[in-house]
């Protein structure tokens, strides 16, 4: 028993005094130089074996989303983990060494590649593998994803998205490499959250993971736009372009300036819309809310142009009426003035064919004669000044009954449709928008 002692303290003493190093670990595996091409196969002792690897991304940020050109760019971690039956050690043995770093060019690796992916990443891959003593392989990858994604803006800027990562091999078939994972959804989106640097107008809500099929895993990104940028530069100034055309109806008719008002409108309307065309596709399967919300605006604004259009000609035909009525007043007082004119001559004289300036010896003739003509010249005179007073105070009050006229018929007319298209007018924008609301705030 003695001697067992001695002998347990003398292991004990030899064991805490030997250095190990990473290099006794690759040469017990014949890790070595010559060597290396021993490990470049699928890491199976028998080929029928399935290599089965376990894959994993946590999303770290949503870099871009490209309505037009229908692209998704996230940066995202991605590890993969699998078995290698051809490494194993014994901890122990080495000084309790469990895992260490080899280069990655020196050991097989799954051909795993996305299908979306449209372009490589520029950056470099991990250049080291982690083994471990019981053959477990890792590897650790961070990559921007440039990927294509088939967007629906429907509802833009309020809509969610789903964009999708499925991972494969490219060179084993389902019977030789099985993909799975070790995180189901709720712990795929926890860590994604965890993670999470920027997410730009983007907010992630859910990360979904799809193992059905065997051969391929297909990882479901959801996400949500901020809407508030889109609506303080676009929607609102668009709203505000309609309340301004709406009101434009206090403006009077008579002048020009509700014509332009409307017309101007109209144009600053056109340019937010060439600025949406500037972030749409060109090619979707259903026509965007906002895209009906800015063509629905403007069709509203056209037709309100073409009715103010329709009621200034109107107004303006009763206006030519009334100018014709106001040149026969003129040519009435003009006829005043020649009247005035005319009574200087007496109807005496042109009874006798001579004039005012004569009178002084017309007289002294006149009394020559008998005075039953003198009687009869004086009755005419009379006559004549009562009628010319009389066709004054007709004419002025004519005149008057003018200027206190009421409108015309056509701009009656005028006012009729300007009241009931200004109801109908109203009535339109209240039942488009709130249709356009409801589809936007729909599930």
């Known amino acids: 028993s003695l001697i067992m002692c001695f002998d347990v303290l003398a292991v004990g003493c030899v064991s805490s005094e030997t250095v190990c190093s990473y290099q006794n670990v690759l040469e017990y595996l014949n890790l070595t130089k010559d060597n290396e ?12 074996q399935i290599t089965m690897v376990d894959l994993d991304i946590n999303l770290y940020a949503i870099l871009d989303v490209d309505e037009k050109e229908q692209r998704f760019t996230p940066y995202v971690w991605i590890e993969m983990s699998w078995t290698n039956q051809f490494i194993s050690w014994d901890p122990d043995q080495f000084c309790g060494i469990r895992n260490f770093s080899i280069p990655a060019e020196s050991m097989w690796q799954p051909d795993i590649t996305i299908e979306e992916m449209t372009e490589r990443d520029k950056a ?23 990927s294509t994604c088939r967007l629906n803006i429907h509802k833009f800027p309020f809509d969610i998205q789903k964009c999708t990562l499925s991972f494969k091999s490219l060179t084993h078939p389902g019977d030789q490499l099985q993909l799975q994972t070790t995180l189901n959804n709720s712990q795929a989106t926890k860590e994604s959250r965890e993670v999470m640097r920027t997410q730009y107008e ?48 206090l403006i009077s008719d008579t002048g020009g300036e509700k014509l332009s008002f409307k017309v101007t409108v109209l144009l600053a309307v056109t340019v937010l819309q060439l600025i949406l065309n500037e972030i ?5 399967d259903r026509v965007p809310l906002i895209a009906m919300y800015c063509i629905g605006i ?31 007043d003129k040519q009435d007082k003009s006829t005043f003035h020649n009247g005035d004119t005319v009574n200087k001559r007496t109807p005496c004289s042109c009874f006798f064919g001579v004039s005012s300036d004569d009178k002084s010896s017309e007289l002294l003739s006149v009394e020559k004669e008998d005075s039953s003509s003198k009687e009869a010249c004086d009755a005419l005179v009379k006559l004549t000044d009562e009628l010319h007073g009389l ?50 705030s729909a599930a």
């Open 391 to 440: 066709e004054k105070t007709l004419t002025l009050f004519r005149h008057s009954m003018r200027e206190g006229r009421k409108p015309g018929k056509w701009t009656r007319l005028a006012r009729k449709i300007d009241i009931l298209f200004g109801i109908f007018y109203v009535g339109v924008i209240i039942l488009f928008l709130s249709y356009l609301f409801k589809q936007w």
């Open 202 to 249: 983007w907010l992630f809500l859910e990360m979904k993971v799809n193992t059905n099929d065997s051969e391929k895993i297909i990882y479901t990104i959801i996400m949500q736009r901020r809407p508030i940028l889109y609506s303080a530069n676009f929607l609102l100034p668009v709203f505000f372009f309609l309340c301004l055309d709406l009101f434009s109806f």
């Open 280 to 284: 749409l596709p060109s090619a979707s």
């Open 37 to 48: 091409l021993y490990y470049m196969t699928r890491p199976v002792k028998d080929y029928k």
């Open 298 to 328: 403007f069709a509203l604004m056209l037709l309100s142009l073409l009715e103010t259009i329709i009621v200034m000609y109107l107004i303006e035909k009763d206006r030519e009426k009334t100018l014709d009525e106001d040149s026969e």
């Open 124 to 146: 470099p891959l991990s250049p080291f593998l982690t083994i471990s003593s019981n053959g477990l392989v890792k590897v650790l990858n961070d990559q921007v994803l440039v």
